[in-house]
C-alpha cells in the first residue's frame, strides 16, 4: 500500500497542509489528478474549494467525490484519493451509504496514494473507536477501512501539567480501551503522520508541542512508548 496518514491538515498559524507539502508530494509520486473525498464537513463544496486551491500550486488538480454522479467510479478510477478530516462518525456513516467502504479499499490495496487527514486517518484504522470525535450520527458499525491492524488517534494531545481541568486525559482514554481491547493505539501528535510503503512503517512529521515527538504508541498491560522513524517492527501487518 501507499499511505500517508496524518494528525491533521493545518497547524496552528500555517496554510493547508503547508507543514506536510514534501510527505505529500512523495507519496502523491507523479499523481496529478486527485479525487477529495470531503464527506466529514457539512459543507462540502467550501471544504472541496479549500483543497483544490491548495493542491492547484502543487499540480494536482482536484475533483470532489460529491461532484461526481457515481462517487465509487470516482474513487475507483481515481489517480489518488484524500480523505479529508471533520467528524469521523459522520465520514463513515456517509461512504458506508454511498457504498464507498470497499471502492477505498480496493483503491489503497491497488497501491494508489491514500491520504488521510484527521477524519481520514481515523478510517483509515480497523475502527473508529479511538477517535475523539462526538458521536453526531450513528454509522452503523465502528468497523472502518482496516488499511492498517491497529487504532489510530488522531490530534493526540498530552496532558497539561498546569492545567486546573479535573477531566480524563487522552491517555487516560485511550488506557480505558485497553481495559476491553487488545489492539495497540498509534497517537499522533499534531504535525505528525503515518507513512505506509514497500512492506514499511515510518513515523514523519514535527510534533508541534514543545519537547514533544511525533507519535505515542499504547499498548495493553504496557507502558507508553515514544516513538519516531520506522516502526515497522512495533507496527507490523
Not at 451509504?97 to 497501491?111: C, D, K, N, P, Y
Not at 486525559?169 to 481491547?181: G, P, S, V
Request: aromatic share 6%.
Amino acid at each position: 500500500m501507499n499511505l500517508l496518514l496524518m494528525s491533521n491538515s493545518s497547524n496552528a498559524g500555517s496554510g493547508y497542509l503547508a507543514h506536510a507539502w514534501d510527505a505529500v508530494r512523495e507519496a502523491l509520486g507523479g499523481a496529478t489528478r486527485l479525487v477529495f473525498v470531503p464527506y466529514a464537513l457539512a459543507d462540502r463544496d467550501a471544504y472541496t474549494a479549500t483543497a483544490r486551491t491548495a493542491f492547484a500550486a502543487q499540480g494536482v488538480t482536484v475533483t470532489g467525490a460529491h461532484e461526481s454522479g457515481d462517487p465509487v467510479a470516482a474513487v475507483r478510477d481515481a489517480e489518488a484519493v484524500f480523505v479529508g478530516g471533520g467528524n469521523t462518525f459522520r465520514l463513515l456513516k456517509t461512504v458506508r451509504e454511498l457504498g464507498l467502504i470497499e471502492a477505498l479499499r480496493a483503491h489503497a490495496a491497488a497501491g494508489r496514494p491514500y491520504l488521510g487527514a484527521s477524519a481520514g486517518t481515523n478510517l483509515a484504522a480497523a475502527t473508529i473507536r479511538t477517535t475523539n470525535d462526538m458521536p453526531i450520527v450513528e454509522p452503523g458499525s465502528f468497523d472502518a477501512l482496516g488499511l492498517v491492524p491497529f487504532q489510530i488517534n488522531a490530534h493526540y494531545l498530552d496532558a497539561d501539567p498546569t492545567s486546573t481541568h479535573a477531566g480524563e486525559t487522552r491517555a487516560q482514554r485511550l488506557a480505558e480501551f485497553h481495559e476491553e481491547n487488545d489492539t495497540p493505539v498509534l497517537a499522533l501528535r499534531e504535525g505528525a503522520w503515518l507513512r505506509v510503503r514497500d512492506g514499511r512503517r515510518t513515523i514523519g512529521g514535527t510534533a508541534v508541542t514543545p519537547g514533544r515527538g511525533p507519535a505515542v504508541l499504547f499498548r495493553r498491560g504496557a507502558e507508553a512508548v515514544e516513538i519516531d522513524g520506522d516502526v515497522t517492527e512495533l507496527l507490523p501487518a
